[in-house]
T-cell receptor, first 114, second 115 residues
Framework: EPEVTQTPSHQVTQMGQEVILRCVPI?????FYWYRQILGQKVEFLVS????????KSEIFDDQFSVERPDGSNFTLKIRSTKLEDSAMYFC????????????FGSGTRLTVV | AQTVTQSQPEMSVQEAETVTLSCTYD???????LFWYKQPPSRQMILVIR??????QNATENRFSVNFQKAAKSFSLKISDSQLGDTAMYFC????????????FGKGITLSVRP
């Protein structure tokens, strides 16, 4: 069964550093998403991406964050100048054109900012 | 804006018994999709079951079934013959039908299956 692949599985970074979280969505999917889950809490929407541009972003997704699909397969989330409160699980997801199918999520990247 | 409410933070069930997880939502849309996702200790988000709002028939996937009450905006998940592997966090989620629709999650419920 096709999978969404996320790397790395766990990243530790120092406060103020930049991190790039990587995702390879399922190849025939057209819609891509990043979600965040602070440990044990709600899964929060960050951003959606379609046709090589952001289609929607949440209040959380401020100037510190950016997304890119640099080569037609990878989908990256960059966090500039990380803060302690950025520590969370970050999930990438993709879906087919029909929303009925829901998302396929990657296994997540656990980001720890120290 | 849509909201999803899971008011029970945690539940426990004996192995082989049946448990029902509650979810309510609020929307002004007439058609939409509802989902239950499972998040085991590995933290992976796994789709358990989906329901399209215009379909009156409740969705069923093996031991998992839903009770969808559109008028009451209620979408509960029933797990029959609970197994130890069902121990996980369960999230109810809502999605509109638009092209740019996104999933909105409830806070989740932690389910523990006791041997």
């Amino acid at each position: 069964e096709p999978e969404v692949t996320q790397t790395p599985s766990h990243q530790v970074t120092q406060m103020g550093q930049e991190v790039i979280l990587r995702c390879v969505p399922i190849s025939n999917h057209l819609y891509f998403y990043w979600y965040r889950q602070i440990l044990g809490q709600k899964v929060e929407f960050l951003v959606s991406f379609y046709n090589n541009e952001i289609s929607e972003k949440s209040e959380i997704f401020d100037d510190q964050f950016s997304v890119e699909r640099p080569d037609g397969s990878n989908f990256t989330l960059k966090i500039r100048s990380t803060k302690l409160e950025d520590s969370a699980m970050y999930f990438c997801a993709s879906r087919e054109p029909g929303p009925y199918y829901g998302y396929t999520f990657g296994s997540g990247t656990r980001l720890t900012v120290v | 804006a849509q909201t999803v409410t899971q008011s029970q933070p945690e539940m426990s069930v004996q192995e082989a018994e049946t448990v029902t997880l509650s979810c309510t939502y609020d929307t002004s849309e007439s058609n939409y999709y509802l989902f239950w996702y499972k998040q085991p200790p590995s933290r992976q988000m796994i789709l358990v079951i989906r329901q399209e709002a215009y379909k009156q028939q409740n969705a069923t996937e093996n031991r998992f079934s839903v009770n969808f009450q559109k008028a009451a905006k209620s979408f509960s998940l029933k797990i029959s013959d609970s197994q130890l592997g069902d121990t996980a966090m369960y999230f109810c989620a809502f999605m509109t039908t638009g092209a740019n629709s996104k999933l909105t999650f409830g806070k989740g419920i932690t389910l523990s299956v006791r041997p």
